[in-house]
């Protein structure tokens, strides 16, 4: 078994060339010649064409405005974190020690941008009709159905009506910090229900990371 057979098994391809795996694994941080932002870059364009098409295919009579809005809830970072945590993805990154005691192989950045690394390296591998093949597996594999309705859910309300039903009471969310730069900078968010923690999550703006983990909590509380 090569280190990566079970990872392979799950995308259902087997590398011919080891070092494009190695290079998709590698976070910056890890410190060699190369890492993986070069094919996150090539594998993020590959994604949009994919599912662009897909969706396409798949809702004919669907205008331009709706297959961007249903296109835009499957192409982002919560997306892939998604697929790459069913995967497994974290547990094969290769990531400073830094990184590593900072729970890198949890954080969506990390993981979304090495799913996009890793359709990118099997983009240059194998063309554009193999990767298809395995982007539109993982797709239908990670969400139950596809469509705007279902994709763009409200989980904080959705949350919030399961809470009062079992519980009698709704989740507060709390910041607990806020970090980078002004331009760049991410939130993180946890629920508290009856006094204790029940779910935390990282995003881009308050809004974002609320939506995370109140998701992440649904699915501890069903």
Not at 87 to 103: D, R
Not at 145 to 169: F, N, P, V
């Amino acid at each position: 078994m090569t280190q990566y057979q079970e990872l392979e098994e799950r995308l259902n391809y087997s590398f011919q060339n080891e070092q494009l795996i190695i290079e998709a694994l590698t976070h910056k941080s890890y410190k060699k010649p190369y890492n993986n932002e070069r094919l996150e870059f090539l594998g993020d364009a590959v994604l949009d064409l994919i599912v662009g098409e897909f969706l396409f295919k798949k809702f004919p009579t669907s205008d331009e405005g709706i297959l961007s809005k249903t296109r835009a809830s499957l192409v982002n970072e919560n997306g892939f974190t998604l697929i790459a945590k069913r995967i497994n993805l974290g547990k094969y990154l290769y990531l400073s020690l830094a990184e590593e005691n900072n729970k890198g192989r949890e954080k969506s950045s990390l993981l979304s941008n090495a799913f996009e690394a890793i359709i990118g390296a099997i983009y240059m591998e194998a063309g554009l009709k193999v990767v298809e093949t395995i982007v539109i597996a993982l797709l239908k594999e990670t969400h139950a159905k596809i469509d705007l309705q279902s994709l763009s859910r409200d989980y904080k309300t959705a949350l919030q009506e399961l809470t009062q039903s079992s519980h009698g009471i709704t989740p507060t969310y709390e910041l607990l910090r806020s970090y980078g730069p002004d331009h760049q900078k991410e939130f993180e968010i946890a629920i508290i229900l009856h006094g204790e923690t029940i779910a935390t999550a990282q995003g881009k703006s308050k809004k974002e990371a609320q939506q995370k983990a109140a998701q992440i909590a649904l699915e501890k509380l069903r």
